[in-house]
């Protein structure tokens, strides 16, 4: 599979088309949206759109609608070369790789924003990043078709937002959400953990180590939303990290459960820690996810 030709686009009209023939041939096609800096996450990601779809579409777009003024916007990381190589050692047939003026046109104005799942977890510590997400994810799927779009769990708040586009803006695409692909100590997978001096990297384990630990006292019968957030606060705090937030919610509202509420056989519980000046996230659903293998 190594050398399975990878077309690069760069332009939206040269993208289209190449997705009308995937259908126009009578196949299916699969579209996995990435920022780039590919990772196994993403590469698992293409994996499992191969399942869904004969032909695989990659965009690599690092969005600036979803970068705060203060974010890391002109650092992120960009290794073009590399993805499409990697790319083509997973199978997938097509790229978009278009510049920002391409994707936002001189006088684009239209924004899209999805309301109330926005309003939790991240969104409050990042103004307007759901927005851009939600735009450039619209724009994404509009041009690509009919298809089967695979996310990352890994996003869970992006991940349900994007359903909820896909669903009210009534595009014809089916949205996966696919499971966090972890590293061996049980760090998940991101392209920001390139950024992690080797000190911080062992501090951040502290993440899904907490989130072990929820999972444990979950699986123990713990449901007091107190006891099974409080202690991965205080675990966080306790390896150094800054939480933006560790809540625990209903997983498909996002809405956080009060300390005193009882959760029920599922919830979200939800992190986002800085480590040294990297913005981790992670998450968990109890009740369904499996708990972080974690080194000891
Ligand atoms: N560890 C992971 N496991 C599974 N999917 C992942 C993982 N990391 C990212 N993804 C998914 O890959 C897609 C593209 O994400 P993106 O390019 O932002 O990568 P990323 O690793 O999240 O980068 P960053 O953390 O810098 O935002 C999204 O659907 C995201 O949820
Ligand atoms: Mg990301």
Not at 86 to 102: K, N, R
Not at 136 to 165: H, N, S, W, Y
Not at 274 to 279: A, H
């Amino acid at each position: 599979m190594s050398d399975h030709p990878v077309q690069v686009l760069r332009s939206v009209p040269e993208f289209r088309a190449a997705c009308d023939a995937v259908r126009g041939r009578g196949e299916r096609l699969g579209f996995v949206p990435t920022m780039g800096a590919l990772h196994a996450g993403h590469l698992r990601l293409v994996e499992v759109a191969r399942r869904y779809a004969e032909r695989v579409a990659v965009s690599i777009f690092v969005n600036p609608t979803q970068f705060g003024p203060n974010e890391d916007f002109s650092k992120y990381p960009r290794t073009l070369e590399r993805d499409v190589a990697l790319l083509g050692s997973v199978g997938a047939d097509l790229v978009l790789s278009p510049s920002a003026e391409e994707m936002y046109p001189k006088g684009e104005t239209t924004r899209v924003h999805v309301g109330e799942l926005s309003e939790h977890f991240c969104g409050p510590f990042r103004p307007g990043h759901f927005d851009g997400v939600a735009t450039v994810v619209t724009k994404l799927l509009a041009m690509a078709g009919p298809c089967t779009a695979v996310f990352g769990r890994k996003d869970f708040q992006q991940l349900k937002i994007i359903e909820r586009l896909a669903r009210d803006l009534m595009l014809p695409v089916v949205v996966v959400g696919e499971p966090t692909v972890r590293d061996a100590d049980g760090l998940a997978l991101s392209s920001r953990n390139a950024y992690l001096s080797a000190d911080e990297r062992r501090r951040a384990l502290a993440i899904p180590r907490a989130l072990a630990g929820a999972a444990a006292r979950f699986a123990g019968g713990e449901r007091r939303a107190g006891t099974l957030i409080e202690p991965v606060r205080a675990d966080l705090a306790g390896a150094g990290l800054r939480a933006d937030y560790a809540d625990i919610a209903d997983p498909e509202r996002l809405f956080p459960f009060a300390l005193d509420a009882h959760v029920g056989e599922r919830a979200v519980i939800a992190v986002a820690a800085f480590c040294g000046t990297t913005r981790l996230i992670d998450n968990l659903v109890l009740g369904e996810d499996p708990a972080p293998a974690v080194s000891a």
